[in-house]
């Protein structure tokens, strides 16, 4: 009853419940949740690729998950914190607390190194979850269009925070009806999705993430796209002025089992 009861709570919020209008089910966002692994050692980031790629990932997939993408923050080796990014999307709200209820277990039973590490030598240091809703823009997830070999692919994970929830909604619309993702698209950046973060640590914020044969690649399209006339015109209009407060980029390299 209390599950019900959260997820009508959260419903109503995101915009859909017993008192929301009703869309047509095209029209609806697709939800991600966006799983960080903060890893201290080599070792707890060999438990947890181990993890995801036998246990974890099959599972989604079994729940009717097709597509869920892992990936390892460029220069993990010799990093202080390591992370794994596990991004996976969901049609509705439904089908992620039902994937809740009914993977959990199953991991739990299977046991292994992750699920059975004990309390002085965890499996990971921390794990942050971030909750998003698909942009009006682009509300589903998009496959990367790259022939690139996966080890020589560059991910570009970006976060935009606002001052206020008034200068992030401004960024979000400009993003959106400003014609910001059209750009993206028609430069070819293989956008993978586009999101307004609902539960995180740096809120309020959007995420986003590009994907690119290699760091070559990488820096040409964003050249073209600094130089591009409608960007000009766009980052130059004075109701988009000052919309974005902090930006944090993480480039990213696909596991060898990810589906993107």
């Keep these: 009853m209390k599950r019900i009861f959260l997820l009508l709570l959260i419903g109503s919020y995101l915009g859909f419940g017993p008192s929301a209008t009703a869309r047509p089910l095209a029209a609806r966002p697709t939800y991600f949740e966006l799983k960080v692994y903060h890893l201290k050692t080599a070792r707890q980031v060999a ?7 036998h246990q974890y990932v099959p599972q989604l997939h079994a729940a009717g ?8 923050a460029i220069g993990n080796d010799t990093a202080v914190d390591k992370r794994i990014y596990v991004f996976t999307p969901f049609a509705s709200l439904s089908q992620w607390e039902k994937l809740r209820q009914t993977t959990a277990p199953k991991l739990l039973a299977a046991g292994g190194s992750f699920e059975n590490a004990p309390y002085n030598n965890p499996a990971y240091g921390r794990l942050e979850t971030i909750f998003l809703k698909a942009f009006d823009e682009m509300t589903a997830l ?31 619309q400009m993003f959106n009806a400003g014609g ?3 750009l993206f698209n028609r430069l070819g950046f293989n956008g993978i ?17 590009t994907s690119f044969a290699n760091k070559a690649d990488r820096e040409a399209h964003w050249k073209a796209f600094g130089a591009d006339p409608e960007w000009k015109r766009l980052s130059a209009l004075p109701e988009y002025q ?17 589906d993107l």
Excluded: C, W
């Design 193 to 209: 999705f586009y999101g307004e973060v609902l539960f995180g640590a740096k809120m309020p914020n959007l995420m986003y993430m």
């Design 142 to 172: 998009t496959a990367p269009k790259l022939t690139a070999p996966k080890a020589e692919r560059v991910y570009e994970l970006r976060s935009y925070e606002g001052a206020s929830e008034k200068i992030f909604r401004n960024k979000m």
């Design 242 to 258: 000052n919309n974005v407060s902090h930006i944090d980029i993480t480039f990213l390299q696909p596991a060898n089992y990810s």
């Design 180 to 182: 910001e993702i059209k």
């Design 65 to 72: 998950v097709g597509t869920v993408g892992v990936f390892k």
């Design 47 to 53: 438990v947890v690729d181990s993890f995801l790629q």
